[in-house]
Each structure stands twice: as C-alpha cells, then as structure tokens.
C-alpha cells in the first residue's frame, strides 16, 4: 500500500507564493513512477496542474506554466510544487498523486490554497 501525505496549502494574497509538499510512504514504492498534483475548485472537476516522472521530465497545465514549478527528491520520496504569482482562480483543494504500475493510482487527502485577491 501507498500513502501521500501533502501540506503546505494556506491562504496567500494574490501574487503571492505558496510551497507545497507531498511525502509518499509505504512498502511498495518503487523508483519507476510518476507524481503529480491536481487541483479541484469548488463546483468543478479535478485537472491535472502538473506531472514529474521519475527522470525529471515535467509537464504542466498552460494555466499555471510559468507560475508553477514541480520538482521531486526521489531519496526522500517526496514531490513539491513551488506557486509563485498565485491568482484567484488558482483556489482549490490540491491532491498529490503518484502512479505505478504495480499499485495503480494513489492520492493523498488533499490541502487547500485559497488565493485572496
């Protein structure tokens, strides 16, 4: 089993920047995955923000290209997204996730960024 552990989330002023941090645990981590944050605003579907692989190649949604940076430390597996110039519409309850192919997809519980403007 697999369990993602975020934080970092709050609330920030627009323009402002945010950390935040997911640590994966458990006894079937294995180095060949992918990590990801999603986000799911109030009243619409969750969208992928931003994907890592295990070899460092990112993608990212065009919203937040930019803005937003993930980064991973596979020693520790833990995956971050760094949010700078936060806006409004960035508000939402964002969800660590990591897929293998072993376990399938595993998410964590989720943490709130609230975007003030």
């Known amino acids: 089993q697999v369990q993602l552990v975020e934080s970092g989330g709050g609330l920030v002023q627009a323009g402002g920047s945010l950390r935040l941090s997911c640590a994966a645990s458990?006894?079937?981590?294995?180095?060949?995955?992918?990590m990801a944050w999603h986000r799911q605003a109030s009243g619409k579907q969750r969208e992928m923000v931003a994907v890592i692989n295990s070899s460092g190649s990112t993608n990212y949604a065009s919203s937040v290209k930019g803005r937003f940076t993930i980064s991973r430390d596979n020693a520790i597996n833990t995956v971050y997204l760094q949010m700078n110039d936060l806006k409004p519409e960035d508000t939402a309850v964002y969800y660590c996730?990591?897929?293998?192919?072993?376990?399938?997809?595993?998410w964590g519980q989720g943490t709130q960024v609230t975007v003030s403007s």
């Open positions: 996730n990591l897929v293998q192919a072993v376990t399938g997809s595993s």
């Open positions: 458990g006894r079937q981590i294995f180095r060949a995955n992918v």
